[in-house]
């Protein structure tokens, strides 16, 4: 189970992970080359430009799904995230965009490239895009930049502004 302290405001998230699926390199916020999938990677990364990281704490557990059920429990909600506002997933990734907007980072980005990562947040981050060729796949949130996934929807264009945006690498 991982631990990210992003401020000293009390703003946390939590989740579970395995030897074979490390969600914090998955991530990106370590390394900034995008591999494999992983649906929180964008809130993650925007709030990395917005706080900063402070602090990553990995503790193993046994049942680790149990102990992240109780962190829930203990906070009478669903979602893996302390100090943001938001009655749920979506409602907390709007709020995370919306300051990220207002981070000096963003602010000095081009007006095009703003436009464009606005339709990849709204259409596609949000959208929850069927996998055309398996349309029993949907692609949630951050699995969106999967690698080549943005080819397949042909929605390739929004590559490079992703990577300037969230400064990542496909």
Excluded at 24 to 29: G, V
Excluded at 60 to 66: F, I, M, Q, R, V
Excluded at 102 to 109: A, K, P
Excluded at 124 to 144: A, I, W
Aim: with cysteine.
């Amino acid at each position: 189970m991982y631990l990210i302290i992003w401020s000293t405001d009390n703003i946390y998230s939590w989740g579970t992970m395995s030897g074979t699926s490390n969600r914090i390199r998955k991530s990106s916020i370590l390394n900034n080359k995008l591999t494999g999938k992983y649906d929180r990677r964008v809130d993650y990364l925007m709030l990395k430009k917005i706080y900063g990281l402070e602090k990553v704490y990995l503790f193993e557990y046994k049942e680790p799904l149990n102990k992240e059920k109780q962190l829930k429990d203990l906070h009478n909600q669903k979602h893996c995230y302390i100090g943001l506002e938001g009655k749920d997933r979506v409602e907390i990734s709007k709020n995370i965009y919306h300051d990220f907007k207002q981070t000096n980072w963003y602010i000095n980005l081009d007006t095009n490239d703003k436009t464009l990562f606005d339709e990849y947040f709204n259409d596609v981050f949000l959208g929850k895009l069927k996998h055309p060729e398996n349309p029993k796949r949907t692609f949630f949130y951050g699995d969106s930049l999967e690698p080549k996934f943005l080819r397949t929807v042909n929605k390739e264009y929004l590559e490079p502004v992703i990577e300037k945006v969230l400064d990542v690498k496909f």
